[in-house]
């Protein structure tokens, strides 16, 4: 069973930075790609980042683009998300996420199958 574990999570005022981390452990199933989901209070959960992980592809929901930076720590197991420039509607529980079917340039098409148990990041002045 795969154990993801996120933190890192908090509060910070608008335009200020957090730095997510998540630890991968466990015996590791077939998934091919690792990322980030959130979830805004009344909002269903949507994609935010994914990268495979033969590094070969990254892709980012168009809201965050610019903004935030995927990237791991193999010796690790980690995955990070770097999240500067935030805004008022980057107010959600993120989720560190395994993802099956890789990670498509569509956000859409993006399927996580593993979810850790999120990390509360609000936005606020």
């Known amino acids: 069973q795969l154990q993801l574990v996120e933190s890192g999570g908090g509060l910070v005022q608008p335009g200020g930075s957090l730095r997510l981390s998540c630890v991968v452990s466990?015996?590791?199933?077939?998934?091919?790609?690792l990322g980030w989901f959130r979830q805004a209070p009344g909002k269903e959960r949507e994609g935010v980042s994914c990268q495979t992980l033969s590094g070969g592809s990254t892709n980012y929901a168009d809201s965050v683009k610019g903004r935030f930076t995927i990237s791991r720590d193999n010796a690790k197991n980690t995955v990070y998300l770097q999240m500067n420039l935030l805004k008022p509607e980057d107010t959600a529980i993120y989720y560190c996420v395994a993802l099956g079917a890789g990670c498509p340039r569509r956000v859409s098409l993006w399927e996580a199958n593993f979810w850790g148990q999120g990390t509360q990041v609000t936005v606020s002045s």
């Open positions: 466990g015996k590791p199933p077939d998934y091919y790609a």
